[in-house]
């Protein structure tokens, strides 16, 4: 088969879910996947034994990267050595992992309050949180941190000791929190926020807060403060149901 | 332009770098990058601002899957919203994001001995390591720990704190590495091991170490117990190169 003719199967499918950040500010889902227009929709593969459906958090489009690699379908199964099924193009070799992504943020203190911002983005659009973001590659998860504490807060930070370190397997994220001393009180709201401001402790708006593991994070800090000893918290966080699977109460 | 035509440029080139475990244990690659048998080379995209040269850590051989998503070129530029260059496709609008990826392990502690594996796979064919793997999707960080304990060593453990998070960067990785104690004498290789055995601390093979992040939690596991106390290290380890560019000493 002549790898430039049309018989190599050129994609005619397009996997659209959601991941990540950066997705159009209006943009609207009807629904979790949906063939491109024109194009015919396939069956779609599982992605590291979970449903598809479970890729509906955060909101950025995408066609799934996975779905193809040099143009021939993409098998399921096991490859040699491994010892849990993979996306493998038998075409080429090809082995698609796919890992959990590092979440990196701080906990920016000012005396007796904590900095939050208000999220100008979805998820979450108008809900409180610490700054935090995917980590990048090329940096460490201090870097990470403090450059999402510049991007979303305007805020120059001393970064200090890990605080929190907390697992969100079913959305496939490693949430990783720094306590940090703010600089100074020239902060602002970055592109990513509708508003910057320090927050005493009953002050913290808990109802209307963006993820859990912030919520969890401010806990432990507020908890850790008042007995006077900081530590470094490794938790997980997850749905009742996978609990409940893993036979856990 | 007909998305079943031949001009939605079928993908005709391949990128075979390195990522990853699992490689065909035989396999070997005369260079970093080449195009397939038959096929025209492209010119590489650079991956999250670095070069493609920096691939060559780990063995597995993949067809780069940022290349094509609908079947139309990747452009590298800053998707709206966003601060830095990303694979973007401008024909379905997908933006590929990569991300560092956690790799879990345990420090399994007998009496006064550490229990090591050496490698029965590449990268570090023959060395000696700590168990520990790439984090699976699905998993928390102490689950993943576990699971390498088991695969690699076939030990049982009760798994403690949380002792070392290092940064590598530029292999795009966070190591992660718990404290351990074996519930029992019962360990034996894993595929992944060609022997396992437990080390006094003089003992350990320190020039016969897999990696620097198994070699730098060692020497801080053995200071920390000969004072007394243990505690949780958040460190990075860089190339040269890296530090003096960012103006570290």
Redesign the interface.
């Known amino acids: 088969m002549s790898?430039?003719?049309?018989q190599?199967?050129?994609?005619?499918d397009?996997w659209l879910g959601s991941?990540?950040r950066?997705a159009?500010?209006n943009a609207k889902y009807s629904g979790i996947f949906a063939a491109?227009p024109?194009?015919q929709a396939a069956p779609w593969p599982v992605?590291?034994?979970?449903s598809p459906l479970l890729d509906w958090f955060g909101h950025?489009?995408?066609?799934?990267?996975?779905?193809?690699?040099?143009?021939q379908p993409i098998v399921r199964r096991v490859?040699?050595?491994?010892?849990?099924e993979r996306d493998v193009?038998e075409h080429?070799?090809?082995?698609?992992?796919?890992?959990?992504?590092?979440v990196v943020g701080t906990i920016p203190v000012w005396e007796d309050t904590v900095l939050l911002c208000r999220r100008a983005?979805e998820p979450r659009y108008g809900k409180w949180t610490l700054p935090a973001g995917?980590?990048?590659?090329?940096?460490?998860?201090?870097?990470g941190a403090l450059r999402e504490t510049v991007?979303e807060a305007r805020a120059r930070v001393a970064i200090g000791?890990?605080f929190t370190?907390i697992?969100v397997?079913?959305i496939?994220q490693?949430h990783?929190f720094f306590r940090a001393d703010l600089l100074d009180l020239q902060f602002a709201p970055g592109?990513?926020s509708l508003e910057v401001r320090l927050f005493r402790e009953p002050e913290i708006p808990w109802q209307e807060l963006a993820f859990r593991t912030v919520a969890q994070t401010l806990r432990l800090f507020f908890a850790d403060r008042a007995r006077g000893e900081f530590g470094?918290h490794?938790q997980?966080i997850e749905l009742p149901a996978r609990l409940a699977q893993a036979g856990r109460p």
Do not use: Q, W
């Open positions: 790898p430039t003719s049309c190599t199967a050129p994609p005619r397009i991941r990540g950066g159009p500010k491109l024109g194009r992605i590291g034994g979970r950025e489009p995408f066609c799934h990267p996975l779905l193809r690699c040099c143009g490859p040699a050595g491994d010892s849990r193009c080429c070799g090809a082995v698609h992992y796919v890992n959990p992504r590092p983005i995917f980590m990048e590659v090329g940096e460490t998860t201090r870097e991007e000791p890990l370190m697992d397997p079913y496939e490693v990783v592109e990513e470094t490794v997980a």
